[in-house]
């Protein structure tokens, strides 16, 4: 679902979710009495590192964590019923703002000279899951 909504609301090249009603959902309509982040249609509208992001947040520190400009989306999940330290939803985005973004940030500066071949190639995986060009078929 955060991929689809990264993309637009398409999937696999079909357009399942309007465009507009997802540009819309991603405006905040009011704001968390908690975060105090902007809140849109089941979005939470926030930036990291400098770059916006949006993300839904479920029970129990399940996320979907969306950021478009480095085309990047991470979903977490947690067993509900599992006891958990005090500070359990602050680690999940905790790794997500210290680990995962600066990791992301870091490997977006190679990725603009091998992501057209590798489009090419792996038309159906999302950014995040193709192979470096040292990896990939073309260069084996």
Same mark, same amino acid.
């Given at each position: 679902?955060?991929? #689809?909504? %990264? /993309?637009?609301?398409?999937?696999?090249?079909?357009?399942?979710?309007?465009?507009?009603? *997802?540009?819309? =959902?991603?405006?905040?309509? !009011?704001?968390?009495?908690?975060?105090? *982040?902007?809140?849109?249609?089941?979005? +939470? @509208?926030?930036?990291?590192?400098?770059?916006? #992001?949006?993300?839904?947040?479920?029970?129990?520190?399940?996320? @979907? +964590?969306?950021?478009?400009?480095?085309?990047? !989306?991470?979903? !977490? !999940?947690?067993?509900?019923?599992?006891?958990?330290?005090?500070?359990? /939803?602050? =680690?999940?985005? %905790? /790794? +997500?703002?210290?680990? @995962?973004?600066?990791?992301?940030?870091?490997? =977006?500066?190679?990725?603009?000279?091998?992501?057209? %071949? /590798?489009?090419? @190639?792996?038309?159906?995986? =999302?950014?995040?899951?193709? #192979?470096?060009?040292?990896?990939?078929?073309?260069?084996?």
């Amino acid at each position: 679902f955060g991929e #689809m909504a %990264r /993309l637009g609301g398409a999937w696999e090249g079909r357009q399942v979710l309007g465009a507009d009603w *997802l540009r819309r =959902s991603l405006r905040p309509v !009011t704001r968390s009495p908690f975060s105090g *982040l902007g809140y849109g249609y089941g979005w +939470f @509208i926030s930036s990291v590192q400098g770059y916006p #992001m949006f993300y839904a947040w479920g029970y129990g520190g399940q996320f @979907i +964590f969306v950021v478009p400009d480095l085309e990047l !989306t991470v979903v !977490t !999940t947690s067993d509900p019923d599992a006891p958990r330290e005090r500070d359990h /939803l602050a =680690s999940v985005r %905790r /790794l +997500f703002h210290e680990r @995962i973004v600066p990791a992301a940030i870091a490997g =977006s500066a190679a990725r603009p000279a091998w992501r057209y %071949r /590798l489009t090419l @190639i792996q038309p159906r995986l =999302s950014a995040s899951t193709r #192979m470096p060009p040292s990896r990939s078929r073309e260069a084996a």
